[in-house]
């Protein structure tokens, strides 16, 4: 790997056999295929190590350990990527209930490259690991160094603005949907994942098997969420709502509360049916204000969009004679 080149058990590379030789033995089981290639796997799993930890760095809490980027801990760094937290995304190895979720959470803070390009994964791992504050930051910090064009998009050296890049629009369009819903496996959503303090959101995420979660956060808070499309499958909901009783509609129709002491509850949807789920009868709505006409965005130092005089008619043009 760029970062970390010629080491033994790259983090990377035990990430991509952990998670995707299980699954490709999934699909040729269910496709009942290639025998032999299931067998290979399972053999090269079983001779797979661990992914590799190490003590934090001095200055953390005692014991406190990080996601390694190899088993070779002093091996030089060639490039700006948190090796380490690939096991959390893009390979979704580690999810809230893993052991290795606090061990990912302390990774994050002491990562040793920060916001340091434009395709920089803080955001998205931000809010993979529950971070919506750090998640915000690290967007903020994104769009401050290396958004320098009015078209919105970046440039992949901040000091040396070049060809437009999309990355970092990317990392934010992808990092945005996964602070309201993560989907860390087929049964067990987390909903208003990571919002940051403060923030008010709306929007719709896509989950498995065609189902959509429809969430609405006023002031960093999880307000409501509404299932659409979802089959039988019974789904575990993770949500930040401590000590609750949510109340529950089915296509309008109040159902039975259900009581989420931990904010975690099992759900049974049928399919078919529209599901609202929230902690009132009538949780506040997100408000947004619409410009009335088209306008400079503005993040920091950061725009987008072209103001006047720039986009004023040439002098002496006469509208009434433009046919």
């Not at 629009?169 to 990571?194: C, E, H, K």
């Not at 259900?258 to 509850?265: C, L, Q, S, V």
């Amino acid at each position: 790997h760029e970062t970390q080149m010629d080491v033994t058990d790259p983090a990377t590379d035990l990430s991509a056999i952990h998670a995707l030789y299980p699954a490709t033995a999934a699909a040729a089981q269910a496709l009942g295929t290639d025998a032999p290639l299931i067998g290979q796997l399972q053999q090269a799993l079983a001779k797979t190590p661990s992914l590799p930890i190490m003590s934090a760095p001095s200055g953390s809490e005692p014991g406190a350990q990080v996601l390694a980027a190899s088993a070779d801990a002093n091996a030089p760094y060639q490039n700006g990527e948190n090796i380490g937290l690939e096991a959390v995304w893009p390979y979704a190895l580690i999810g809230v209930d893993s052991p290795l979720f606090r061990t990912a959470q302390t990774t994050f803070q002491w990562r040793p490259f920060k916001y340091a390009a434009t395709w920089s994964y803080d955001p998205v791992q931000a809010a993979h690991l529950g971070l919506g504050d750090e998640a915000a930051k690290a967007i903020f910090e994104l769009v401050q160094r290396y958004q320098v064009y009015p078209n919105g998009m970046a440039a992949l050296l901040h000091d040396q603005p070049s060809e437009f890049y999309l990355e970092q629009a990317a990392i934010t369009a992808l990092a945005l949907p996964s602070m309201l819903a993560i989907q860390d496996n087929d049964q067990l959503v987390r909903v208003g994942a990571a919002i940051p303090s403060g923030w008010t959101m709306h929007g719709a995420v896509a989950l498995q098997h065609n189902a959509t979660v429809e969430e609405s956060a006023v002031d960093g808070q999880l307000v409501s969420f509404t299932l659409k499309g979802a089959d039988d499958t019974p789904l575990t909901w993770v949500t930040p709502w401590q000590q609750a009783r949510v109340r529950v509609w089915r296509d309008g129709e109040a159902q039975a509360s259900i009581d989420a002491p931990t904010g975690r509850f099992v759900f049974h949807p049928a399919s078919g049916h529209v599901y609202r789920f929230a902690l009132t009868e009538h949780p506040p709505q997100p408000a947004f204000e619409t410009p009335a006409e088209a306008t400079v965005k503005s993040l920091g130092n950061a725009s987008i969009g072209l103001g006047p005089p720039c986009c004023a008619p040439p002098a002496h043009y006469v509208q009434a004679q433009d046919h």
